[in-house]
């Protein structure tokens, strides 16, 4: 295949032969799309086109609202498909929101095409309802920026080794240790595995009110999990079984209602404080902040020696905490 060309429209760019093109390769999307949010206040609607010689081969629809952004569709001809169109093309798309300035990509799909973008750093936020009638799964990047500088990091790496390919950011696969220094990027590696766990989530935290404990996603990581697995095993050791607990907190809710699966622990007023946070989801995999004081650490997807020696850490302090009276008292 020769040279791959992508380009990028706006609803005041677009040229009426490239929409023609459009119309032929995917029949009532591109209008009803601009008609839909070209004309919403601050919205802006895009177009991106995938083109091999001046023929457009496939397409992407995608909008920006402040800083999140939305895909609506990602469409290749059907006799180029499995040819790494749609990979390129959305991460053109991924790298494109970086520079619009969005922290979050959202985008609805079917299950067909769920390893497709979870393979591009997006993790499910909400599943389909039968009551409700809903058959589309709701996905999201929750840090584009993050997940392209992770991917390059990868290449990079599968080049200099000359290994088989691996995908960034996927559970007992990669074994790239990433760093992150913000909130954001801590936020969103959590969000990214959490909602990869098959048999184990165990967090050590400082309070129940920290971020990430107070964090949608992760309540639906810990109910995911509760579901596809009877066996689960979800632990949260807090350093002070007090701060938080008696203001609203959806982990204490959780808790309750997966009470088989959920265990909260605290750690004795009279117990040595720890100072670290230690994030463990099944068993290669972990989260590591040397201090509470400061979002710095790394995360591991698949890395047996790190994992073991988190599990350590985590185990030494389960051992001497017991379950918070604060959340005994609350479930009552």
Known sequence: MSLIKIKHYTKDTLSQEVAD???QLSPNSLTPYFQQYGTEPDR???CFTVSNNEAILGFALLSTLHDMATLHSVFIKKEYRRKSLGQKLTLHLLTTTVRFGCKKVKLETEKSQLNFFKNLGFVVTKEPCPKAQTTHFKLENPCPAYF????K????????KKSKTTQPLVLSQDKTIYN?????QFLALHRNMLSQAKRRI???SNAINSSLLKDEQFSQSLLQLAKNNPQAEIRILLEDGKAGAGHFNPLINLAQRLS???EIRSLPGNSNNFSEWVTLVDFSAGIYRKTLSSYTGFATYDNQLIAQRLIA???DQWQFAKPSIEFRRLAI
């Open 148 to 151: 392209i500088s992770a991917y």
């Open 313 to 315: 850490k985590f185990e």
């Open 202 to 204: 165990w967090i050590m």
């Open 180 to 184: 992150f220094h913000d909130e954001t």
């Open 44 to 46: 802006v609607a895009h």
């Open 260 to 262: 088989s699966f959920v």
């Open 153 to 160: 990091q990868t290449q990079i790496e599968n080049q200099q």
């Open 21 to 23: 093109q459009l119309q």
